[in-house]
């Protein structure tokens, strides 16, 4: 049997899968899986170079740009120049992005999870949601 960690992220990673495609987009603006990961890494990587994109996927340099390009075509992100490094660009997603994700309800909210929960309960578990996201 699986430890109770691992059945919980399996249920949220099940979650998101089923809801990555739900609705319909626009015809030449719905996401691929690849698109929808991709943008999924952008978002977590905070706003990589198309080199850290390509470090980061382990692809290369011409295969990152192709699908950097690809996903600001559809409008998901945008590339703005570095502000360290003015000869590089970074990586950003834009607010079409942040829509998708928030229409797909992807992010299981807190709330959702402690419903049901004494307080004391949801005393404790805040403090190992950030005893992990400290680790």
Do not use: W
């Amino acid at each position: 049997m699986k430890n109770p960690f691992s059945k919980m992220y399996n249920k949220v990673k099940l979650a998101i899968y089923k809801n990555m495609f739900s609705k319909s987009e626009k015809k030449g603006e719905a996401l691929t899986a690849s698109d929808y990961f991709c943008l999924q890494c952008v978002n977590l990587l905070e706003g990589p170079t198309i080199s850290q994109f390509a470090d980061f996927l382990n692809v290369s340099a011409p295969n990152a740009t192709y699908k950097i390009k690809k996903l600001i075509k559809k409008g998901y992100i945008t590339k703005q120049r570095s502000q360290e490094d003015k000869r590089e660009y970074v990586i950003l997603p834009t607010e079409k992005f942040y829509n998708y994700l928030n229409s797909k309800d992807e992010e299981i909210t807190l709330n959702e999870i402690k419903h049901g929960l004494s307080e004391k309960e949801s005393e404790k578990i805040d403090k190992i949601i950030k005893i992990l996201n400290e680790q």
